[in-house]
Structures are given as C-alpha cells and as structure tokens.
C-alpha cells in the first residue's frame, strides 16, 4: 500500500526530477542554432529505439541504391537537455527525439515522430511500402499500433522495472503484463510470417523491430530478458533474428552521430 495522499491540485515534486529535465511545460528554453550540413535529409537524433528506426530506414535506403536519400546525422543529446533548443523545437514542438528536416524540397520541410518520419520517406522514395490500399492499410494498422503500443512498453515498463530509483509492485505488475501481451500479440502474428506483413519486408518491421525485437534478444533495461521470460515467444526471436542479421540493421546500430 502507498503512503501517498493524492492532493487536490498536483504540484511537481522538485525531489523527482527525471533525468531529462522534464517540466510540465513545451516550449524552447533556450536560443540554439543547429548545423546543416550538405545532404538533402538533415536528421537530428539519437542511438535510442525511437531513433534506430530512422537510422535504420536510411541504412535500408541506401543499401537499396536510393542516392536521394543521403542525410547528416547529428546526436541530440536528451540528457543534456539538447531538444529544448530553439531550432530543435522549431523542428519538433514536442521537443522529442527523432526528428528531420528534408531540404530537397522548397521550402524545407520539418518531419517528426518516427512512424511519420518513416512513412515520409517510404512514400517520397517508394520503397519498403505496398503499393495496394489493402496492403498499405494492413502496414498501417502496424505502424499506428506500433506508436499506441510501445510508450506503454517504455514508459511504463522499462520506466518502473529498469529507471525508476526505486521498485514498485503495482506499476511493475501492470505494465510487465501488458508488455508480455503485446509481444503475445506480436508472436502470434509472426506464427505463419516471415515479416510483419507476410513475405515483404516493410517499414512496419523497422518500427517495430528495435523496440520488440531488441527486448526478445535480450537489449533492452537490463535484466528484463528473463524477467519476461521471451523464450516464451519464439517466433518473434526469429524475426527478431533474421531482421538483426540485415547489413543495414547492422550499419545503423553502429552509425556514429555527429555532435552538434
Ligand atoms: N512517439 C515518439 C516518441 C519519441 C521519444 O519518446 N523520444 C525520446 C527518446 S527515445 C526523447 O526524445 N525523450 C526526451 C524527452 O522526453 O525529453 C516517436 O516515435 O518519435
């Protein structure tokens, strides 16, 4: 049982500061100018989940020949606070990790949220995207359950079982069974497929795949591999391994991010 009375108007506890500097309020807190360098996609991001996906997308896109698609990859640093800038803000008002500027287009166009992101690029070069209605709306049932479903797995799991500076029963409970159902979920699916949309790799995997993939092989806030038990889910570890195995998933795990 908690101690903790709930107060009629909540207050910020200046004791609980998260790590990120977090305060219940948007917006840039400070002037900051980004460099540009001399790609057209200019991507402003970092090695976390969220972050792998873009990377991995353009490691995808260049080992498929797609020239068009050179970037620049700078390291925001979400420790030190770095997308409270100004020009970072500008790009993604909601101060989050990853997020782009294409300037192939007049005027340059600002993408973020990764599931954005991904389907820009996808739809801009035509690749890894079906080209039916059907298909296409099969591969966003993933991508919209793919951005629902993980903050749940993030936030709430690998919050409380790994960040958290101290373990609690009730939301570690919570949260390990409904992370144990989404990849329940994603086992099932994967039963009779070799991709998440059957026999075509799509960026539905590469949302999905350093999120869930990463936590069956054992990546992902410490121990929580065998916490979960995801020997239990064998068919996600075998996508999770033919999908680790790909060149560019391997390039984009190693790429270097420049500072900013
Ligand atoms: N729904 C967003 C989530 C992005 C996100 O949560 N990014 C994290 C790192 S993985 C971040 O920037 N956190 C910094 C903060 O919360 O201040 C997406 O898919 O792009």
Do not use: C
């Not at 979400?78 to 500027?101: D, H, L, R, T, Y």
């Amino acid at each position: 049982m908690s101690e903790y009375q709930v107060p009629k108007v909540w207050q910020e506890n200046p004791a609980q500061k998260n790590p990120f500097g977090n305060q219940p309020t948007a917006g840039s807190r400070f002037e900051q100018k980004l460099p540009i360098g001399k790609h057209p996609l200019q991507v402003y991001s970092l090695g976390t989940p969220n972050g792998q996906k873009v990377a991995i997308l353009l490691e995808e896109l260049k080992e498929a020949n797609v020239a068009a698609a050179e970037y620049d990859l700078y390291r925001i640093d979400i420790m030190k606070g770095e997308q409270f800038g100004s020009e970072f803000v500008k790009i993604n008002p909601n101060s989050k990790i990853p997020a782009m500027v294409d300037y192939s287009v007049n005027p340059p166009l600002p993408v973020f949220e990764s599931a954005s992101i991904l389907l820009y690029l996808a739809e801009k070069y035509q690749q890894f995207i079906p080209t039916t209605l059907a298909k296409r709306t099969e591969m966003m049932n993933w991508l919209f359950w793919q951005t629902g479903a993980a903050p749940l797995v993030g936030g709430g799991f690998g919050h409380f079982y790994h960040y958290a500076p101290f373990a609690q029963e009730y939301p570690i409970n919570r949260y390990a069974m409904e992370t144990k159902r989404q990849l329940d979920v994603l086992d099932q699916h994967l039963a009779d497929k070799e991709y998440m949309l059957g026999e075509t790799y799509t960026i539905a995997d590469m949302l999905i795949w350093p999120w869930y993939g990463r936590l069956v092989q054992g990546e992902m806030y410490g121990d929580a591999g065998e916490f979960l038990q995801v020997q239990e889910y064998p068919h996600l570890i075998k996508w999770a391994e033919k999908i680790g195995k790909r060149p560019a998933i391997q390039r984009a795990l190693a790429l270097e991010y420049k500072e900013i």
